[in-house]
């Protein structure tokens, strides 16, 4: 009888299919890192879906271009603070500490309307409107208190410490009164000159 005689696989199959295997994976994985780098330069109207929603999503105030003018509210009625000036005058009961409680409630008035931030026209013509509006004895004595808050108002920022216990008897607090330069305070002031006549002496 004939043996049959049996063939020796080749020792080098396994190595070539191992080196085919590798080949593959390198080209894989060249081909995945050359995509991750075009995708960063694709044009913004290519840009997934996905990256636009997440833009939109940003604050409004991130996406206002910066110099956009302010826009400012009309002034509120200053009658409340005005009125602190009325009934009163030189020589009556408690008109330091009066004079006090309307510098403060003037002050208070001009800086939450931003006076500096307006036309001075705006600021004179809205208190010349209040002032016609009032009786003749009331202008006159607007007219002889002015000068008062005025000098009370100058007193409470040069000289705070001697003004505290003043103050707090007036019922303000002398840790919110505004800057002794406050520009809101300069337009309201100069804004009354024009508008209350000097006392008669």
Do not use: H, Y
Not at 144 to 152: F, Q, T, Y
Request: net charge negative; charged share 20%; with cysteine.
């Amino acid at each position: 009888m004939k043996r049959r005689t049996q063939r020796k696989r080749s020792p080098r199959l396994p190595l070539i299919a191992a080196g085919l295997l590798c080949a593959g994976l390198l080209v894989a994985c060249a081909v995945s890192s050359s995509t991750s780098l075009v995708e960063p330069l694709l044009p913004s109207s290519e840009i997934p879906a996905s990256s636009a929603v997440i833009e939109s999503t940003l604050p409004s105030s991130e996406a206002m271009p910066s110099g956009e003018e302010v826009v400012l509210a009309p002034l509120t009625d200053p009658s409340e603070a005005l009125e602190t000036c009325l009934g009163w005058g030189p020589g009556t009961a408690g008109s330091s500490l009066k004079s006090v409680s309307a510098a403060a409630a003037l002050m208070e008035w001009a800086e939450e309307n931003s006076l500096a931030q307006r036309e001075a026209d705006e600021v004179t013509g809205c208190l010349r409107d209040w002032f016609d509006q009032l009786e003749p004895i009331e202008q006159d004595n607007l007219s002889e208190s002015w000068p008062l808050v005025c000098e009370a108002a100058q007193q409470m920022w040069e000289n705070p410490l001697e003004m505290t216990n003043t103050m707090e008897d007036a019922g303000v607090d002398p840790d919110a009164l505004p800057a002794s330069d406050s520009p809101d305070w300069e337009i309201l002031q100069t804004a009354l000159d024009q508008v209350v006549p000097a006392p008669m002496q």
